[in-house]
């Protein structure tokens, strides 16, 4: 993970996405810590939180993982090991892989 501010680029992407994609995502698309992406939001008041809609739609591993954290921490802990990486799910994911996906989490 890096240790250094963001670069322009990276803040005008974190400012564009966030609210529509998860933190998650976002840090792991920048290779960085979720921490690092939540504390940059927080100082400059944009806000992270995404639309239960837009997870439901297009990430629904990151809704499944919020509901088993709030439900049971252990079940969570379970998740981490299955836990899809954003590369699969993420911004840059073909079409097909995507609804795959989708076809996976309406079946579990």
């Given at each position: ?30 290779g960085c810590e ?25 990430y629904p591993e ?47």
């Amino acid at each position: 993970m890096k240790s250094r501010p963001f670069s322009q680029m990276e803040e005008k992407y974190i400012k564009r996405a966030a609210g529509k994609v998860p933190v998650l995502v976002m840090s792991e698309q920048l290779g960085c810590e979720v921490r690092k992406v939540r504390d940059f939001c927080g100082t400059r008041k944009i806000a992270t939180k995404v639309p239960t809609e837009i997870l439901r739609q297009h990430y629904p591993e990151v809704l499944k993982e919020r509901r088993c954290r709030k439900a049971s921490p252990k079940l969570s802990e379970s998740l981490e090991t299955t836990k899809i990486s954003s590369q699969e799910f993420g911004v840059s994911t073909k079409l097909a892989e995507f609804e795959r996906l989708l076809n996976v989490a309406r079946h579990s």
